[in-house]
């Protein structure tokens, strides 16, 4: 049975896109400076002196300048008696003789380097661009979440800003720090700037909201975790910094983390520090939704320690990171550490200051917003080691600022059509347009919200809904099947063999991609058996549309808005094919508890040997350790919906069967339990083989 209570090890080892636009620059009103040709001058009273200065002359009168001040390299400062549209002016300027160039007269900002003690022990400043970020903003009075082993509240460059909050430890509203590791995190993220002392944090005019999670020894439970971070949501916390984690996934956790996601709040977790220990997936830095953080060092590289996967969303500073401390002998200190227990306060640090200067944003915003903001580093685009990449806090902000941020998504996808030249997609915006002769179409620059797709041809009509965020990272893909039926008989009929992909002569169909390493992953032949069609789309079970494929035991459902494994869902087969018999598995007998045998209250039904051993033996391979647990038994085959019965197979034998939500089990004697023909029986019913 899996074990909802397990220890998450804190994560901290030794304490010791295209670029976007620039923020606009304020420009000085009624000024401009204008660049002259050699031989042409203006005098104090703005007369122009050159061999054509007549239409020069005019136009500046006309615009009302009154002033001219000489700045070297035979430029000028213009300063005109009203105020004018400026970049209207600039273009006539432009097309003057004896004008070079004309330009507003910007400002110019101080970088704030703050006066912090310590600051130059913190490399990672410079690394994210925090000095010309300051010169933006500082922070505003936003709530940051420490869930760790508490926070110090007389350290003096947190204190006055540590709020009231909880020891889910000990149960208790004293959470102050016992080990050192909370404040230190806290102080990443938050430490007050330019006071003088200690370190500059990411952002100075945060709030601290500590929940202390872990003990002394930097552990903590699920129970304890998931309370704090509901406690932290219903406390009004905007965002929650986790840096710890464990290699298994828990329900309770998964459920709190989804209570704080639904309420707006963003989660931000170290990726973990345990690529030497098998670079398993940490949680709950792995759950979708959770901005997962690996760790970089000074050359700009992932660290050895470093959690690497699919589900990293941002690399940020995390070795040898200076910053506060608490320590049993000392007090209040500072001191270095590495891990990605480090990093992962300065992506929190930096969601802040986004929220900072476009409080509007939801979660989902922010987090892309830091992620359009990254210094891309490893392979191009987004990769296993830096996510999108590794963070820059000027850039984040520069992002943040940009007027057109909410109004850069984009929809595609392919219609299948036996009428494509007269098949319409359009949008509930307003917009429409036209599938190309492969049946792609594609939807630019929309803005965020809720949109209705809906393609009509000859063929059909049909309907499909989508969010989006706004920004340039939401991309929808949504692909339609107008003629299920034709598109389904056609993905059944075999194909030649081709190159790139895999190909299985037996049934005359390939395997690639996404669904070609699922399938490897999680059993091959001896599971899910060959596959008996080429991928397509089909409405599934809920109602959406999907990329699909059939095998001979199985069928394969991508959803690929999940994060792996869950991105492939398997259907459920024997429901399905009994609905298809006609079979209501409601309906069927049910049974009390039988001794040896493992009991199904869900569904009434037991499961006895030959078939326990089977059901205990396979499973989807979730958590890389040997042997299959409870839980992945259930993700691959369900629960039973059917006592053991007996059934005559279409070639006359009969033989001992049992109906599980996603398969069938049967009793073949010598040759042992094999998984029924489930996906070749569905093929069959619905008139494709």
């Known amino acids: 049975m899996y074990r909802y209570l397990i220890a998450l090890i804190v994560l901290v080892l030794v304490l010791a896109a295209p670029p976007p636009p620039p923020v606009a620059a304020r420009e000085v009103s009624d000024e401009l400076v204008v660049g002259l040709a050699a031989g042409w001058s203006l005098t104090a009273n703005v007369r122009v002196r050159g061999p054509l200065a007549a239409p020069l002359d005019a136009l500046l009168a006309q615009a009302g300048a009154q002033e001219a001040q000489a700045i070297g390299g035979n430029a ?102 016992d080990d050192g590791h909370g404040t230190f995190t806290a102080g990443v993220a938050a430490a007050e700037g330019d006071n003088g002392i200690g370190v500059a944090g990411v952002c100075w005019r945060c709030r601290i909201l500590p929940v202390k ?44 983390v989804a209570y704080a996601l639904e309420r707006g709040a963003l989660l931000v977790a170290a990726s973990g520090n345990g690529q030497a220990e098998g670079n398993l997936p940490n949680y709950p830095a792995a759950y979708p939704g959770v901005l997962a953080v690996s760790a970089t060092g000074p050359e700009d590289t992932i660290t050895s320690f470093s959690t690497t996967g699919d589900f990293v969303s941002l690399a940020a500073p ?31 640090g930096a969601a802040a200051l986004v929220w900072t200067v476009r409080p509007e944003l939801s979660a989902r915003q922010v987090a892309e917003v830091l992620m359009l903001g990254a210094d891309d580093r490893g392979a191009p685009g987004k990769d ?80 499909q ?6 920004t340039a990272l939401s991309v929808a893909r949504v692909d339609f099947a107008l003629d299920s039926a034709i598109a389904a008989q056609a993905a059944f009929a075999p194909v030649p063999p081709q190159r790139g992909v895999v190909y299985f002569p037996e049934t005359g169909h390939t395997l690639r991609g996404v669904f070609l390493a699922y399938w490897r992953a999680h059993g091959g032949l001896p599971v899910f058996g060959y596959p008996i069609s080429e991928e397509f789309t089909e409405r599934g079970e809920d109602g959406r549309e999907a990329r699909v494929q059939y095998f001979q035991r199985h069928r394969f459902e991508l959803r690929p808005e999940n994060r792996p494994p869950y991105n492939v ?108 023909l489930l996906g070749e029986e569905l093929a069959r019913i619905r008139g494709w083989r």
């Open 465 to 470: 809904q989508v969010s989006l965020t706004g």
């Open 76 to 177: 000028y400062l213009l300063r005109f008696a009203r105020s004018f549209d400026t970049h209207a002016l600039i273009r006539r300027l432009h097309s003057t003789p004896g004008v070079v160039y004309a330009e507003p007269n910007r400002e110019r900002r101080l970088l704030r380097v703050p006066n912090d003690e310590g600051s130059e022990r913190q490399w990672s400043l410079a690394v994210i661009q925090a000095f010309d970020a300051w010169s933006v903003t500082t922070g505003g009075d936003i709530i940051i979440a420490i869930l760790d082993t508490g926070v110090s509240p007389s350290h003096p460059d947190l204190s006055g800003r540590v709020l009231s909050g909880f020891d889910f430890v000990n149960l208790d509203d004293d959470p102050r720090d």
């Open 384 to 463: 296993p080691a830096y996510g999108y990449g590794r963070l820059n806090l000027f850039r984040a902000v520069q992002v943040a600022l940009d007027p057109n941020l909410l109004t850069r998504s984009r929809i595609e996808g392919v219609v299948r059509s036996a009428a494509l030249d007269q098949t319409v997609v359009a949008l509930s915006s307003g917009q429409e347009t036209r599938p190309d002769a492969s049946g792609f179409y594609r939807f630019d620059n929309l803005p965020a919200g809720r949109y209705t797709i809906t393609v009509r041809s000859p063929s059909g009509e049909s309907q």
């Open 318 to 348: 995390g070795a040898g990171v200076w910053s506060t401390l608490w320590r049993l002998s000392s007090g209040d200190t500072y001191g270095f550490a590495d891990g990605t227990s480090a990093a992962c306060p300065h992506v929190a």
């Open 569 to 676: 869902q398997l259907s459920r087969m024997g429901d399905v094919v009994l609905r298809a018999r006609g079979v209501d598995w409601f309906t069927l007998p049910k049974s009390a508890p039988m001794p040896g045998c493992r009991y199904f209250p869900e569904t009434g039904h037991n499961l006895c040997e030959p078939f326990l051993s089977a059901w205990r033996s396979k499973g989807l391979e979730f958590d890389r350790r040997r042997g299959k647990s409870e839980a992945e038994s259930l993700a691959l085959f369900g629960m039973p919906i059917s006592e053991p019965q007996i059934e005559t197979l279409p070639d006359g034998r009969m033989i001992l069967v049992q109906w599980f939500e996603r398969a069938r089990f049967e009793d073949h004697g010598p040759d042992g339990i094999l998984f029924g």
């Open 213 to 256: 999670v872990l003990n002394r020894r930097g552990r903590g439970n699920d129970a304890a975790i998931a309370a704090g971070i509901r406690f932290a949501v219903d406390r009004g916390a905007r965002i929650i910094s986790m840096s710890f984690g464990g290699p298994d996934d828990s329900r309770v956790l998964r459920e709190a």
